[in-house]
Each structure stands twice: as structure tokens, then as C-alpha cells.
T-cell receptor
Framework: AQSVTQLGSHVSVSEGALVLLRCNYSSSVPPYLFWYVQYPNQGLQLLLK??????LVKGINGFEAEFKKSETSFHLTKPSAHMSDAAEYFCAVSESSNAGNMLTFGGGTRLMVKP | GAVVSQHPSRVICKSGTSVKIECRSLDFQATTMFWYRQFPKQSLMLMAT?????????EQGVEKDKFLINHASLTLSTLTVTSAHPEDSSFYIC???????????FGEGSWLTVV
């Protein structure tokens, strides 16, 4: 079984400040990990994903996330927040097996950016 | 918390037949629902955005005549895969946004296998 926990349903930062959105997962097998963003009135967009290889993954719009197996974490960061980053962010895990590739999502974190 | 239920969770159908997947919001009214599909070991792909009482908005490259989406009530959206082919085998997941709210809730997903 797999699960995802996103700490903080709402995160507020000032424009230009560091963005840190936390994600912890549990998985019985090596996971595939994803971060998605949903802007108002739009569907999900993939920000970045980790499958294998380098544990620091860079995504679109200046976001990056680091897979830390020892901490079972995949936190999302951005050095400097922009107003356009205000959205809802979802962390997801998929078990890399052939039995099925269902995604399990975290509860989501709403990022608010103050001017 | 709010629950979005998909049915069936797994379905096998013969090539050339049609199959319907339901997405229900169990304890809230969903004005907008999103349909995604996920190919094995890949990320989610938004297929369409469905607003209650109006035609769905399909993403580029998604055949609207093949993937029929109906959102006839505030608690139910259906995705019908018509004349299914083996390449339609995939994981389909829906999400729903509560009327007047910003939180998105995901269904458990439906695994379609076309033989």
C-alpha cells in the first residue's frame, strides 16, 4: 500500500521568498514520485517527477524537488516565489510495478503569495 | 472529508465495445470535474474539463467522439470510452472541485484493460 502526506494545507509566503512544500510518502516498493500544480479553473499540470537516477529533480517554472529515501520525503522548493506561483500543489506516488500504476495523491497544499 | 468515488475500479472489455466510468462526489456538489489518464509509468495527462450542464472542454489531441464525457448533475460525471481498442488500456482518474470552493478531491482511479 502507498500513501502520501502533505504537511500544511495552506502555505503563505511573500513574493521573492523561498517556497517549501512538504511531502512524505510511504511505499512498499521503490516509488515514482510526482508534483503537480493546479491553477485556478484549470486541470493538473505536471511540475516534475522522480523515477530513478539523480535524486534532485528540476521541473518547470524554477521548481525542484529532492528525493530522500531515508526520510521518505519529496519536498518541493523554489528559491524565489512569484505571484504567478499561487496555486494548489499535489504530491503523488506511484509504485513502480507492473501490477498497476495507480497514483495516490496527497491532500494538496494551497500556496498563497503575498506582494 | 469530501470523497470522490469512481466506479468501476477495474474493468476489462473486449475490443470494439464501449465502457463507461463513473465519477461521483459523495458528500458535496461538484461544479467542475477533471478527467485524466495515465499511461504505464508515466504521469497524468489531462483529458478534459467538465462543467455541470455544459459540454466538456477537451485537451488538444483528445478525441471527443471517442471519449464521451457527460456531467449531467452536480454529483456525477461519466467518461465513456467508445469502440475501445487495446491502446486505450490505461488508468483513468477523475477529480472534482466543490461548488464555490477551491479544494480539489481525487477519485481512486479506474483501471481499464481492453482485450
Amino acid at each position: 500500500a502507498q500513501s502520501v502526506t502533505q504537511l500544511g494545507s495552506h502555505v503563505s509566503v511573500s513574493e521573492g521568498a523561498l517556497v517549501l512544500l512538504r511531502c512524505n510518502y510511504s511505499s512498499s516498493v521503490p516509488p515514482y514520485l510526482f508534483w503537480y500544480v493546479q491553477y485556478p479553473n484549470q486541470g493538473l499540470q505536471l511540475l516534475l517527477k522522480y523515477t530513478t537516477g539523480a535524486t534532485l529533480v528540476k521541473g518547470i517554472n524554477g521548481f525542484e524537488a529532492e528525493f530522500k529515501k531515508s526520510e521518505t520525503s519529496f519536498h518541493l522548493t523554489k528559491p524565489s516565489a512569484h505571484m504567478s506561483d499561487a496555486a494548489e500543489y499535489f504530491c503523488a506516488v506511484s509504485e513502480s510495478s507492473n501490477a498497476g500504476n495507480m497514483l495516490t495523491f496527497g491532500g494538496g497544499t494551497r500556496l498563497m503569495v503575498k506582494p | 472529508g469530501a470523497v470522490v468515488s469512481q466506479h468501476p475500479s477495474r474493468v476489462i472489455c473486449k475490443s470494439g465495445t464501449s465502457v463507461k466510468i463513473e465519477c461521483r462526489s459523495l458528500d458535496f456538489q461538484a461544479t467542475t470535474m477533471f478527467w485524466y489518464r495515465q499511461f504505464p509509468k508515466q504521469s497524468l495527462m489531462l483529458m478534459a474539463t467538465s462543467n455541470e450542464g455544459s459540454k466538456a472542454t477537451y485537451e488538444q489531441g483528445v478525441e471527443k467522439d471517442k471519449f464521451l464525457i457527460n456531467h449531467a448533475s452536480l454529483t456525477l460525471s461519466t467518461l465513456t470510452v467508445t469502440s475501445a481498442h487495446p491502446e486505450d488500456s490505461s488508468f483513468y482518474i477523475c477529480s472534482a472541485r466543490e461548488a464555490g470552493g477551491n479544494t480539489i478531491y481525487f477519485g481512486e482511479g479506474s483501471w481499464l484493460t481492453v482485450v
